[in-house]
Nanobody, 125 residues
Framework: QVQLEESGGGVVQAGGSLKLSCAAS????????MSWFRQAPEKEREWIAS????????YYHPSVQGRFAISRDNAEGTMYLQMNDLKPDDTAVYYC??????????????????WGKGTQVTVSS
């Protein structure tokens, strides 16, 4: 059973940056892709970015395109999310997730096999 653990959350002023990490319990992951989701208070969990673990392809939600960058370290089994130009609307709990198979969309929560417990990101205005 793969376990994922996020880190790097915190409080930052608008316009600032944070870098999140997602470490897997197994350095060699047999997954198709990994993603970041976030959930703001009283809102549904939403997909924000994915990285294909095989070919490195990157995909972003329009709301973070150009501000956030997803990356990976295959050897370490770690995924990152560099977040720049943060806005108060980015305030949420950020989760990483991993999927063993691609089922036609990166956005479907139920298509993921493993989830972390989340890390809080708070952006003050």
């Amino acid at each position: 059973q793969v376990q994922l653990e996020e880190s790097g959350g915190g409080v930052v002023q608008a316009g600032g940056s944070l870098k999140l990490s997602c470490a897997a319990s197994e350095a060699t992951l047999s997954v198709n892709h990994m993603s970041w989701f976030r959930q703001a208070p009283e809102k549904e969990r939403e997909w924000i970015a994915s990285i294909n673990w095989i070919d490195g392809g990157r995909y972003y939600h329009p709301s973070v395109q150009g501000r956030f960058a997803i990356s990976r370290d295959n050897a370490e089994g770690t995924m990152y999310l560099q977040m720049n130009d943060l806005k108060p609307d980015d305030t949420a709990v950020y989760y990483c997730a991993a999927a063993k198979y691609y089922t036609g969309s990166y956005r479907r929560l139920h298509s993921y096999d493993y989830w972390g417990k989340g890390t809080q990101v708070t952006v003050s205005s």
